[in-house]
């Protein structure tokens, strides 16, 4: 599995909350995503919650801490919740100096040609 670093535009905020806060938006352009890949968000610390939302298509997926890596919950824009887990179709995985959330065209979090913003907490 590889970083994407193609065909991105990222935002981070200015003005943090703390030292463990951190928000920001990423912004896909036309790029063919490859869905063995994960984007990676590096901010500076390890996130105990991670919220990832593509606007555009109105899906979020949440990782807790505890929950297993490459895992989430996710919503889509119907409300319907389910636990996606990297037997099935993955989700984010956290480290020491932020986060990676896979770009599995089923778990449909991160798509070419969409606008995703991201939370994180540690």
């Known amino acids: 599995m590889a970083d994407n670093t193609a065909g991105q535009t990222r ?3 200015d003005k943090q909350d703390s030292p463990s806060s951190a928000q920001g938006k990423v ?3 036309a790029t063919a995503i490859t869905t063995t890949d994960s984007t990676r968000v590096e901010i500076g610390f390890k ?3 991670v919220r990832w939302v593509n606007l555009t298509d109105r899906v979020e ?3 807790f801490d505890g929950m297993d890596a490459n895992s989430c919950l996710k919503t889509i824009a119907a409300g319907t919740r389910t ?3 990297g037997a099935g179709n993955g989700g984010i995985t956290v480290d020491d100096r932020g986060f990676r959330v896979l770009q599995n065209a089923t778990l449909a979090a991160i798509l070419a040609s969409k606008t ?3 939370e994180a907490r540690g």
Request: glycine share 0%.
């Open 11 to 13: 935002t981070n905020s």
């Open 27 to 29: 912004v896909y352009d």
């Open 47 to 49: 996130p105990r919650y």
């Open 61 to 63: 997926v949440e990782w």
């Open 83 to 85: 636990l996606e887990t």
């Open 116 to 118: 995703c913003v991201y």
